[in-house]
């Protein structure tokens, strides 16, 4: 091994009987470092979307999926990977007494993780290379590294402990064993199995995944370093050896028992479902254990004013209470059917691993480094980087967990989807405040390792000791090894093995069982012939994936009463057969996308996909213009693809339902879930759906005009303007164009049925998440638009040869009384106008008549009639108008 | 039923471990003896820094 320079050129010399390669501890240090620092940018760019959706323009690369993909997958394998594997590099030598397999080998392993697999990874992703699937965002190519570099990993490690007996291994030796085994046997199964079966087994899958990268890669090492580092600290032994061994084998045991709790109240057979509530329940125990034996360790030692990696593993074992007790809280039904899906996930996975994990592995940084000679170490600058990352975790999460009960709060209760966004706003503004002294704490953790004097760090560990920590020196060899060592030595074999058997149960139980229930379902209830996607929809279902559209929109309704009310039926497990991968979400900023087919007119959603807020204001969707040649009305092929595979969803079901549904309802009689979704009321109950109905509000007698107006502000300006004259910012790129609101006079009863069924065929929506008393408000802004024009007299002659020109040419489509129902109207796209609920101004009529509406089946009609005739015909169709103007 | 024969013989196997670690304190003596030697292995560790024993001197010299 080379000497090591110092900063100001001196070489250093280091001892040469350490069996700890520091250059190795320093480099994966470092990298963590820089990586996380990256990884905190992906994380401020995303949130800053959420109240500023354009910050990044309409690059691809920095679109808010792409760069979601990044920050998860840099902070799991970029960070914290570095930083375990620093650790690693000191704690394994210390353990085992013997250096780690190869210092060579060591150097490939830095390079593959680092230049193979996170450099490549996050390039790939941002490229537009990934694959939808949580805590594995990065391709299958990239996979395979990984695999690499985990085997690579576990001939580093492992070897060294073998010369001891197991009844001698200290339990972070365990954890480090544990880990490193139990991430070789999951990886694959979470990152390869899911791109191989489709729908609910998919989700299944991915389910154990979500788990098992927290519960056997992330927690094991933390809590490697956190058994480590507190009773070195400190000086004093672990306050139990017996329950860290409980906590060890028991966590081993649930963790992978855990998984499919990420999906409760979903297709997933219900036997599977609660097997993992249980095992999330009895891992809290296991966890309250764990952490009560961690702080009796570090009982008395003054830990706050003490040594820093101390007080970060400290701190790290509180975030593990809080978030392991709140994990077995939120996967039982009760509380799961009120925050899942919310910013309150989002906040306890802050916790897990900005808090729980991040801390650990900055314990276990800082311990390391204190004893590297040759490293600089400034203690102050750790100390404000402690304080800076523990307000702005704390923050952070309480933030989060209170955005979560308010969108779970008006999720529940039927208010429009909107609602819960716009209210989530301010605390998503929070969350990127809290970013403000987390990344101040990251810099502040970079500086203190790189400034300050050389061996400040043993120092800083020494001086703690004198404010009543001891320095690790206190040695009571009082331990007898003429105990039974047999009995324990066996016992950990069995329990080894059984933890192995324990791995392959949840497999098995979470996974294959329940996708064989799963395979007959669909076998049972699949219509005998579904549509596959064609080529155009699956280039958009990779569109799709690539943009991580999944992490705001699920595609998967719940048995949940509150589901069924906004969405309509469940989903099916046969409704997932050709996803493969599944795109179920766990999140949901969006609404849920599952009936998405035929929801919205082709216009409507491509103004959408280009500039969102156009036609949904207080949106947070992030423009996808980048698919379209400048304009909204002129998509290029991926927007296309796109959109035909949003028009898929829900497809399948719609076309089999309710023949289908019946039929299914009569094999599955004594199976509760599949009764709920295949009894649902309603297929769709999406609230754009524009299918005619019969309940519409009633009108209130009174108004009020400063609640209509800002309805339509939220709902209706960003197509038909602010002043209603049809020029909002969507306006040029639907067809027909909004209407003009101004020109035309209308009657109540005529708006609020409007408001209520839309118009087929336009990109007007059904709003019927809006109440009659919004729904009055709402049509009387619309009514106070009307320009008021002079009345123009007109002669009888007029009106006679009016209804002359108008039984001969409209009566058709207008029908006899002016009300839309002529004999041709049930063949028209667009219905034709109803002129007994709206008096069209003459102007505007005349308009019309000269010029035709693009878009429906009204054409110009200046080639068969003169404008004396256009113009007794205006007159004459505002007779039918049934109130006084 | 294989599911239950492993999770019931997993439950015997932790009952029989707990209830010889209760009954016999050369036992837990055994399981609580790799913390002592982790405390032996990490101040044997630290004491090359301790007694200054390193290449660069006393400690917290900025050589």
Redesign the interface.
Request: avoid cysteine; charged fraction near 30%; hydrophobic fraction near 40%.
């Given at each position: 091994m080379s000497q090591p320079v110092s900063s100001t050129g001196e070489q250093v010399a280091v001892t040469t009987d350490s069996p700890v390669d520091s250059q190795l501890v320093f480099a994966h240090s470092i990298a963590a470092l820089l990586t996380v620092l990256i990884a905190v940018v992906f994380g401020i760019l995303i949130s800053l979307q959420f109240f500023l959706p354009d910050v990044t323009g309409s690059w691809l690369s920095m679109a808010w999926g792409r760069m979601r993909y990044a920050h998860t997958q840099g902070i799991m394998i970029g960070w914290l990977g570095n930083a375990f594997l620093a650790y690693l590099y000191h704690a394994v030598p210390v353990l085992a007494g013997r250096p780690v397999t190869s210092a060579r080998l060591g150097r490939w392993l830095f390079g593959l993780w680092n230049f193979i697999v996170v450099l490549p990874g996050w390039i790939l992703v941002l490229a537009g290379i990934s694959q939808p699937i949580e805590w594995a965002e990065f391709p299958p190519v990239v996979d395979i590294f990984v695999i690499i570099a985990l085997v690579m990993a576990a001939i580093q490690f492992i070897p060294p402990f073998f010369a001891k007996g197991l009844e001698e291994l200290y339990v972070s030796s365990w954890y480090i064993i544990g880990a490193l085994v139990f991430t070789l046997l999951a990886y694959p199964m979470g990152n390869i199995v899911p791109e191989l079966v489709p729908g609910a087994e998919s989700a299944a899958f991915t389910g154990l995944w979500i788990h098992d990268a927290v519960g056997l890669f992330v927690t094991p090492l933390a809590l490697a370093i956190l058994y480590f580092v507190i009773p070195a600290a400190t000086g004093r032994p672990v306050f139990s050896h017996f329950l860290s061994m409980l906590g060890f084998w028991g966590l081993f045991f649930l963790y992978p028992l855990n998984g499919t709790h990420h999906y409760v109240f979903s297709v997933i057979p219900m036997s599977a479902q609660l097997g993992a509530i249980a095992a999330s329940a009895l891992l809290g125990v296991i966890v309250i254990i764990v952490v009560t034996n961690l702080l009796l360790s570090a009982r008395g030692a003054r830990w706050l004013l003490g040594d820093t990696a101390l007080r970060f593993a400290v701190m790290s074992t509180i975030f593990y209470l809080i978030v392991s007790v709140q994990g077995a809280l939120q996967a039982q039904m009760s509380l799961n059917r009120v925050v899942h899906f919310s910013d309150w996930v989002i906040g306890h996975s802050h916790l897990a691993m900005l808090g729980f994990a991040t801390f650990a592995g900055i314990a276990g940084i800082i311990h390391a480094w204190q004893r590297i000679e040759w490293v600089r170490y400034n203690a102050a600058a750790l100390n404000w980087s402690f304080w800076m990352l523990t307000a702005g975790v704390s923050i952070m999460f309480i933030d989060l967990t209170l955005a979560g009960l308010v969108e779970s709060r008006l999720w529940l209760s039927g208010a429009p989807w909107m609602e819960s966004v716009v209210q989530a706003k301010p605390y998503w503004l929070g969350r990127t405040l809290s970013a403000i002294p987390v990344t101040a704490g990251f810099l502040l953790l970079f500086y203190g390792l790189l400034t300050g004097p050389k061996g400040a760090g043993i120092k800083a560990a020494r001086e703690s000791a004198n404010k009543g920590i001891a320095m690790s020196q206190a040695s009571d060899n009082s331990y007898t090894t003429k105990a039974p060592a047999f009995a324990l030595r066996m016992t950990y074999r069995v329990s080894a093995t059984a933890a192995v058997v324990f791995f392959c149960l949840s497999v098995f139980m979470l996974g294959v069982l329940p996708g064989r229930a799963l395979d007959n379902q669909i076998s049972a209830m699949s219509p005998d012939h579904v549509f596959g996607l064609t080529e155009s929809e699956l280039r958009g279902r990779a569109i799709y994936a690539r943009e991580g559209c999944a992490y705001c929109h699920t595609q998967q309704i719940r048995y949940t009463d509150a589901d069924i009310s906004r969405f309509g039926a469940p989903t099916l497990a046969w409704e997932g057969q050709f996803d493969t991968p599944h795109m179920w979400g766990t999140r949901r900023v969006g609404p849920d996308l599952s009936r998405s087919s035929g929801t919205r007119s082709e216009d409507w959603q491509y103004a959408h996909l280009f500039a969102p807020r156009s036609v949904v204001p207080w949106s947070v969707m992030p423009s996808y213009a980048a698919f379209f040649d400048g304009a909204a009305n002129r998509p290029r092929q991926e927007a296309r693809d796109l959109l035909a595979y949003l028009e898929t969803l829900g497809r399948a079901r719609e076309l089999a339902w309710p023949e289908g549904d019946a039929k299914s309802l009569s094999l599955y009689t004594d199976d509760k879930w599949a009764q709920m979704s295949l009894s649902a009321q309603v297929l769709n109950a999406h609230k754009g759906k524009a299918e005619a109905r019969t309940d519409l509000p009633a009108i209130t007698a009174t108004e009020n005009l400063d609640t209509g107006m800002a309805l339509w502000q939220h709902y209706c300006a960003g197509c038909h303007g602010a002043d209603g004259s049809g020029n909002g910012p969507a306006a040029a790129w639907l067809e027909p164009l909004p209407a003009d609101l101004s020109q035309n006079t209308y009657s109540m009863e005529h708006l609020v049925n409007i408001l209520w069924q839309g118009i087929p065929g336009t990109a007007m929506p059904a709003w019927r998440e809006l109440s009659g008393p919004q729904l009055t408000d709402l049509a009387a802004v619309v009514r106070g638009f009307k320009v008021p024009e002079p009345e123009v007299a007109f002669t009888q002659a007029q009106l006679t040869l009016g209804e002359t020109v108008y039984n001969a040419n409209c009566v058709q489509c207008h029908g006899m009384n002016g009300d839309g129902q002529g004999f041709a109207a049930g063949e028209l796209i667009v219905a034709p106008s109803d002129f007994t609920g709206q008096r069209p101004g003459i102007g505007a009529s005349i308009s019309v008549l000269q010029n035709g509406v693009a878009g429906t089946s009204m054409a110009p009609w200046t080639d068969r009639l003169t404008g004396n005739e256009i113009l007794a015909v205006t007159h004459y169709l505002r007779q039918f108008f049934g109130e006084s103007p | 039923m294989i599911?239950n024969v492993?999770v019931l013989?997993?439950l015997v196997?932790?009952g029989i471990?707990v209830a010889?670690?209760a009954t016999?304190k050369?036992?837990?003596?055994?399981?609580?003896?790799?913390?002592?030697?982790?405390?032996?292995?990490?101040?044997?560790?630290?004491?090359?820094?301790?007694d200054g024993?390193?290449?660069?001197g006393r400690?917290?010299?900025?050589?």
């Open positions: - | 599911v492993i013989s997993a196997l932790a471990y010889i670690w016999r050369e036992f837990r003596d055994r399981v609580e003896a790799p913390k002592q030697e982790f405390q032996h292995q990490v101040s044997s560790f630290d004491a090359r820094f301790v024993n390193t290449s660069l400690e917290g010299e900025n050589k």
